[in-house]
């Protein structure tokens, strides 16, 4: 199926590097670059969110809370506190962590669907916090003055300096999640997904390997919201709510669940949609809401995958047709 | 108001929301139990039968009981619709992807619902007018009275056909069996309808008789019925008793959290009492060991 | 890890489901490199005995020692490093890999990175990667599968898809097997050749645990056989013993 592409992994992640690297001195469009930006932090999002879905086969409806945990986690200790903003998108990465393995384990010890409704409980919760702290969130009207990163006199001030930041973040996820995808962890996640009783007799501690996936999830999203805070300099909990998450799975679903490659696709697509569909910004709920039923109701492997097998199916039956019109011979 | 009379009010709507939840709760339970998936469009049952109760009973002035009917109407229709369009239609039956697929639904319906009417919250008038009535020192409207008759009425109901006819004992045979169900020639996808169109129902009632309360928007059914779900899981997960039970709990708490505690994170509780259930006893209050380890 | 003769032993199991009693303190035990059949009626307990050797679910009461080690209690996974393996009645072969894929999971416990090290790629990985990919391959040609290692496993034919479930089981290295009706749907051909394949196992020094309905079988290769019925055990001995035990030609025609 995508064989063709798990063989070349090395040679596309090459084909991505470089474009990378060349894509901002040929887009001077700086609306294009932020655009791209915005793709490129999704894409570290659901990348991550996508190993949970697609190979653990649990749903999570709370990424934006992680998302958003990471955002303000940097934005406060490095604006309020003072406190380095490299280390801090760390330490952020490590507490978002520590809270999805406490919201995690008990949901996934469980036989049946409880991590929907648990990630989607706490991501409330979450969201109402940011709102009422606002002592220390900055509440509705959100939180400003959020310091730029920076490497030695380098300062990260604009998109186009930003667009590399972001993206070598993101070419760095997709290259860890390739290499896990592609290995012993990966294989039993993927064995998970198969048959949960089977890898539990296979040595598979299936309950940690879901939670440590779900808590990876987590810290990719935060890395992400951290990456953001410092881009925009500013954060409001409007960017973190109940949409936010669905937007991400339907990337994930749209792109191919199971697919790393298609995750990044996925991002970039619906990413799009979401800023042509800007000017008319109601018309984003159901857009989203057609598109991820659409997609899995017909083509539940993904986009990509499922036109390309749809495509194939129509090859080989105009082969049968001519075929049976020619007779073999 | 002396503390009693604020206990006894802060009970009093916790019980009336705790009402909507049990109601909901049952609506989630059924198709459950009937299918295993987790329904997301229960949210907009919800949603729906305040909003349509809002165009059939104050745009077009059509009387309150006519539009009552035809409100729960409207969205049982819709759930026999989702439940014969996308959900059949769907090429993977994997639980996983049903589960989506309901959350996509879900978001259409809402989508539409805000396009169809607006960001605001709308006006219901309540059933019978407005006239206080005070009961323990607490204050009760006639809607609430009305909350709870009818939600008495429709658990009374909901016993009577689940153990008393045939369809329901059918039904009931459907959840604890479904291949032995089949094979005494019970139809599991007419169960798997039938409970599409009881959960809409039941969504559609909670809506429509707390809307005169609450308000209702596009988007009033997400809170209440996550809390809804809650409150399932509170009283234990596919239990219809415990459905009630929780909701009617959860209701309480809530309200006596807001009031005695915090208003600001008034929602946040029920969200809290979900994860505690589900890290200290995931079969919730009344349940038999549904939510096993694997 | 003592050389007894007896490698696992089972006593006083019992298992409640609700209100049924589906194991009723059944002991036995289970000599080392022989191939021990259980066997009985639909119904009788065998694999509820079989789940709860592998850990599936815990027992009501009773314990399972397994080369002198207390088992009962401990999660499937665990059993899995104890040398435990086994395969199911209704196959569960993982549809969403290759053949060789599904075998390497077979490996997970003679393996050890873990997610920091496959992430980051670290060397021990492409050196694990590299000696899994060959015991895949090995495995696979004990089990005439190595042509069609990168074959999704679910467009295998049945028949092989059930030698490839053993594949998997074999290639962890068990010292036990279990085998859940390892000829449940195959045909007269297929049956005598999976027959040769268990009698291939047991040389290598597996000890084989069986459970099945094919009388043929059971009685062709098993060294010791176990009968239950209504979860309580009503025979052991071996195959000509229990082939001629009135007790066990009752369980099977019924009453006379």
């Given at each position: 199926m995508f064989a063709f592409i798990k063989r070349r992994k090395n040679l596309f992640l090459l084909i991505f590097a470089l474009a990378i690297i060349l894509i901002p001195l040929f887009v001077k469009n700086k609306y294009y670059i932020i655009v791209m930006n915005v793709i490129g932090l999704n894409t570290i999002v659901v990348v991550g969110l996508n190993l949970l879905i697609g190979f653990a086969g649990q749903i999570s409806l709370g990424h934006a809370a992680f998302y958003g945990m990471g955002a303000y986690l940097s934005a406060i200790l490095t604006t309020t506190y003072s406190f380095p903003p490299w280390p801090t998108i760390f330490i952020a990465m490590i507490a978002t962590g520590m809270v999805a393995y406490f919201v995690g384990y008990p949901s996934l010890k469980l036989r049946g669907h409880y991590l929907v409704m648990a990630t989607l409980g706490f991501s409330i919760i979450v969201h109402i916090f940011m709102v009422e702290l606002d002592k220390i969130?900055?509440?509705?009207s959100g939180f400003p003055g959020i310091p730029h990163l920076s490497i030695g006199k380098l300062i990260f001030d604009s998109d186009f300096k930003n667009f590399y930041l972001i993206w070598t973040f993101s070419f760095l996820s997709i290259f860890a999640s390739l290499n896990l995808v592609n290995s012993r962890v990966g294989r039993a996640l993927k064995a998970i997904h198969g048959s949960e009783v089977a890898a539990n007799t296979l040595g598979i501690d299936t309950d940690k390997y879901k939670t440590k996936v779900f808590v990876l999830s987590a810290m990719f999203a935060s890395l992400a919201g951290s990456l953001y805070a410092h881009y925009i300099t500013f954060i409001s909990p409007r960017s973190f709510d109940f949409y936010y998450s669905i937007q991400v799975v339907t990337m994930v679903i749209a792109g191919g669940m199971g697919s790393v490659w298609g995750s990044f696709f996925g991002s970039g697509l619906l990413t799009v949609l979401s800023e042509i569909l800007h000017v008319a910004e109601k018309y984003n709920i159901i857009a989203y809401g057609a598109i991820l039923t659409l997609v899995l109701v017909f083509l539940p492997e993904g986009i990509l995958v499922g036109l390309y097998n749809l495509y194939q199916r129509r090859k080989i039956a105009a082969l049968i047709e001519r075929e049976r019109d020619d007779g073999p011979f | 108001m002396e503390f009693h009379e604020q206990i006894s009010q802060y009970i009093v709507s916790g019980l009336t929301i705790g009402a909507i939840y049990a109601l909901v709760a049952l609506g989630f339970n059924i198709i459950h139990n009937a299918t295993g998936i987790v329904n997301f469009v229960q949210c907009e049952f919800v949603t729906l039968g305040g909003m349509m109760m809002y165009t059939f009973h104050t745009l077009l002035k059509i009387p309150l009981l006519l539009s009552f009917f035809l409100s729960t109407a409207t969205v049982v229709f819709l759930g026999v619709l989702i439940e014969r369009a996308p959900i059949r239609m769907a090429k993977s039956k994997a639980i996983i992807v049903l589960i989506f697929i309901t959350i996509g639904i879900s978001s259409t319906i809402r989508g539409t619902a805000l396009l169809t009417w607006g960001p605001d919250n709308v006006p219901i008038p309540s059933f019978s007018g407005e006239k206080v009535i005070r009961i323990l020192g607490a204050a009760i409207l006639p809607q609430h009275l009305w909350i709870f008759a009818i939600t008495i009425g429709v658990v009374i109901s909901l016993q009577y056909f689940f153990h008393h006819t045939l369809i329901g004992k059918a039904m009931r045979a459907t959840a604890v069996n479904r291949r032995a169900a089949s094979l005494v020639g019970i139809s599991v996808n007419q169960m798997v309808l039938l409970s599409f169109a009881m959960s809409g129902g039941l969504g559609a009632v909670g809506g429509i008789i707390i809307a005169p309360i609450t308000t209702t928007s596009y988007d009033t059914g997400i809170m209440l019925a996550l809390k809804g779900f809650a409150a399932a899981i509170l009283g234990g997960y596919g239990n219809s008793t415990g459905a009630i039970v929780g909701g009617l709990i959860l209701g309480v708490l809530e309200s006596l959290g807001a009031g005695l505690i915090s208003s600001k994170f008034k929602n946040a509780f029920a969200f809290f009492i979900l994860l505690l259930v589900l890290f200290f006893k995931p079969t919730g209050l009344l349940g038999h060991g549904e939510a096993e380890r694997v | 890890m003592g050389h007894s003769e007896i490698i696992l032993k089972v006593y006083r199991l019992r298992k409640v489901f609700g209100g049924i009693l589906a194991l009723n303190d059944v002991s036995f035990e289970v000599k080392r490199n022989e191939i021990t059949a259980i066997i009985g009626p639909n119904g009788a307990g065998k694999t509820t005995a079989l789940n709860l050797i592998s850990g599936i679910y815990p027992a009501t009461s009773g314990e399972i020692i397994f080369e002198e080690k207390t088992i009962s209690g401990l999660k499937p996974f665990h059993i899995a490093f104890q040398g435990i393996t086994r395969t199911f009645q209704n196959l569960q072969v993982f549809?969403?890999?290759t053949v060789l894929e599904n075998v390497m999971v077979g490996l997970h416990t003679q393996t050890r990175s873990g997610f920091f090290s496959c992430l980051l790629h670290m060397p021990i990985v492409a050196k694990e990667e590299k000696i899994v990919k060959k015991e895949s391959y090995s495995v696979l040609q004990f089990l005439n599968l190595?042509?069609?290692?990168?074959?999704?496993?679910?467009?295998?034919?049945f028949g092989e898809q059930k030698r490839l479930e053993i594949a998997r089981a074999l290639a962890g290295k068990p010292n036990l097997i279990l085998l859940d009706?390892?000829?449940?749907?195959?045909?007269v051909r297929e049956t005598g050749e999976m027959s040769k394949l268990i009698l291939k196992i047991r040389e290598k020094g597996i000890t084989i645990i069986l459970v099945e309905h094919d009388m043929n079988l059971v009685m062709g290769i098993s060294d010791k056989i176990i009968v239950l019925n209504y979860g309580q055990k009503i025979s052991e001995g071996t195959p000509r013993e229990v082939q001629n035990d009135p007790k066990v030609i009752q369980a099977y025609l019924g009453e006379g």
């Open positions: 969130t900055g509440g509705p | - | 549809q969403n890999m190595e042509k069609k290692t990168d074959w999704l496993s679910s467009s295998l034919p009706e390892p000829v449940a749907g195959l045909n």
